[in-house]
């Protein structure tokens, strides 16, 4: 059972660690998202050992911890199943402090689909880590708000030629999330071959019944479809976060969303009704992209929301526009794709800021330093 006395302990400077992390993130739709992480955790610790939290037992998890004799437990696990799981094997056996990094939240929280939620699993940890700074509240153990974070070791300045003018890297997604960001992706589209567009259907297509949405963003098709030189956009998919990381390199601007829909918000809104949603009666997600995007030099264009007053200079390291303000978005980008020294002011600005700031080394090590102060 939980030994109660594990949360008095003091981190060691240089902790052993099992790292519980999904080497698919505990989810197929980005095999490579985030999938750094667990990694990064070696440039900070020199004694890390890795547990999958999808194949793990009861056996094999006592069995880990019994030999590897850690300081921390470190989890990294986003699927809900997953996290029932350890949470499960916590409630038996829990010698060490244990951890939890939540990197999909608040749409990740909770789900149609399935009886799993993270808030039930969250009770069966010392410390939970959240990225999204509204939901710290309703965690049922101590909580911090800790953001995404890019791998320098990826994501930096390559010295490419920046040929694109914008570029745009994310799924559109079910109907309501396609139906939220189609404006911006039109508008994107505008800058025709000078465009990058990253996403799961080419432009040039209005939108379509969802039976042809779903034909012309299968996954068995799409290479056929971007090999057809009919599209308005350049068009492609990265595999891997070095292909994205490429992609944001040929970019003078990325461009970032942060509003999320999905089947899960009748249910969170039940589960949660004093969640503070913004002023638009939805919810918000601090995406990774923004970070990546600083992180390879590119200049961020990004949704407004209030937690990126505390993590950037806005207007000298990024730039902002308020959701559904179509003209600020339009008049932006124009702007700053015709004023070259302003744009590349702001991208070593946010370039610098990122370095010093925003790494997933530097964020590892804001972890532990709460985790000293407040386990």
Request: aromatic share 12%; proline share 6%; glycine share 6%.
């Amino acid at each position: 059972m939980h030994n109660e006395r594990c949360v008095l302990m003091k981190l060691n400077l240089n902790p052993k660690i099992v790292c519980i992390a999904d080497p698919n993130f505990g989810n197929r739709s980005y095999p490579y998202a985030y999938g750094c992480v667990p990694g990064v955790l070696e440039r900070v610790c020199t004694s890390v050992l890795y547990l999958n939290p999808e194949t793990a037992t009861d056996e094999s998890f006592r069995g880990a911890i019994q030999k590897f004799k850690p300081d921390l437990l470190f989890g990294f696990i986003q699927n809900r199943q997953q996290l029932a799981k350890i949470a499960d094997f916590l409630k038996e056996y829990h010698p060490v402090p244990a951890i939890n990094w939540s990197l999909e939240d608040p749409n990740g929280v909770i789900g149609p689909e399935d009886n799993y939620n993270m808030i039930e699993a969250s009770a069966s940890f010392d410390m939970w880590f959240s990225i999204d700074n509204k939901m710290i509240p309703f965690w049922r153990t101590k909580s911090a708000f800790m953001p995404p974070g890019f791998d320098d070791r990826v994501y930096y300045d390559a010295g490419l030629e920046r040929y694109c003018d914008v570029s745009y890297v994310g799924h559109l997604g079910p109907k309501k999330v396609t139906e939220m960001y189609w404006p911006y992706m039109k508008e994107l589209a505008r800058f025709g071959k000078k465009a990058m567009l990253a996403i799961d259907r080419p432009m040039g297509l209005p939108l379509l019944p969802r039976p042809i949405e779903r034909f012309i963003r299968s996954k068995k098709r799409r290479r056929f479809f971007q090999s057809l030189p009919i599209w308005r956009c350049q068009w492609e998919n990265p595999k891997n976060e070095e292909e994205k990381a490429v992609i944001i390199n040929r970019s003078k601007i990325h461009f970032g969303l942060n509003r999320v829909r999905g089947d899960w918000e009748d249910d969170l809104k039940a589960m949660l009704p004093d969640y503070p949603l913004d002023k638009h009666g939805l919810f918000y997600q601090l995406k990774g992209r923004l970070f990546q995007a600083v992180g390879a030099g590119a200049m961020a264009l990004n949704e407004y929301c209030p937690e990126l007053e505390d993590l950037f200079e806005i207007g000298k390291e990024i730039v902002t526009f308020e959701y559904g303000n179509m003209e600020e978005v339009k008049d932006k980008l124009a702007w700053y794709i015709s004023h070259n020294a302003e744009r590349q002011k702001i991208a070593q600005a946010g370039y610098d800021r990122g370095r010093k700031s925003h790494t997933f080394k530097k964020r590892i090590k804001q972890i532990f330093h709460i985790i000293r102060n407040r386990l």
